[in-house]
């Protein structure tokens, strides 16, 4: 089975502290992703990786940057955390080769910025 | 204008009942894809059944069917004889072109499963 792993479930960081949030996935996949949920307004996709070193901003990038070195994993940084950013995000990673290419997701990080 | 729209923010249904969700979809591509996952309170969203927009036959995966009304753009998630464990947020999403990366979500609808 496919595994993503994030390595925090729940985190409480102050506004200006700098937030890495780590995402490891142990099936060679090619594509991995970062999105935030929030209630209401669904799954927003804010960076996305597809190879080693390459990545393309989502839909809200503002604020956040990711870093992929390594095939398997995808981190998620907030350089300065603000109040408008507790949220919960959401790691997934695709094999987009493979029907049907659905994502696979790991278990959530719930950020709390005091 | 969105591209998933998911109308009911909360459904009830009586445990061994069937239930349907409701989502529509908007596309130009004639070649996308139409997912369903399942968030229980834990977090972790799983994956529940697929829809290819080529695909001539509704999808089924055990308890789970999806009703494809391609020319309604409507993609609802049927689940059958409905278990407690099946109380969590549903996510309708859809995934546009052959890239495999252009993913949209829904808002959700919360299904509670009543004994």
């Known amino acids: 089975d496919v595994k993503v792993t994030q390595s925090s479930r729940y985190l409480v960081k102050r506004t200006g502290e700098k937030v890495f949030l780590e995402c490891v996935q142990d099936m060679d996949h090619e594509n991995m992703f970062w999105y935030r949920q929030d209630p209401g307004l669904g799954l927003r996709l804010i960076y996305f990786?597809?190879?080693?070193?390459?990545?393309e901003k989502g839909d809200i990038p503002e604020g956040y940057s990711v870093s992929r070195e390594k095939k398997e994993r995808f981190s998620l940084i907030l350089e300065s955390a603000s109040t408008n950013q507790t949220s919960m995000y959401l790691c997934?990673?695709?094999?987009?080769?493979?029907?049907?290419?659905?994502?696979?997701f790991g278990e959530g990080s719930r950020l709390t910025v005091l | 204008a969105q591209k998933i729209t998911q109308t009911q923010p909360g459904m009830f249904v009586q445990e061994k009942e069937a239930v349907t969700l409701d989502c529509t979809y908007d596309?130009?591509?004639?070649?996308?894809?139409l997912f369903w996952y399942k968030q229980p309170s834990s977090g972790e969203m799983i994956f529940l059944i697929y829809?290819?927009?080529?695909?001539?036959q509704n999808a089924t995966e055990g308890r789970y069917s999806l009703n494809f009304q391609k020319a309604r753009k409507s993609a609802n998630l049927v689940i059958s004889a409905s278990q407690l464990g099946d109380s969590a947020m549903y996510f309708c999403a859809m995934r546009e072109g052959n890239t495999g990366n252009q993913f949209y979500f829904g808002t959700g609808t919360s299904l509670t499963v009543i004994p």
């Open positions: 829809q290819g927009s080529y695909d001539e």
């Open positions: 990786s597809y190879d080693v070193k390459m990545k």
């Open positions: 596309t130009s591509d004639q070649s996308y894809g």
């Open positions: 997934a990673s695709q094999n987009w080769q493979g029907a049907p290419g659905e994502l696979f």
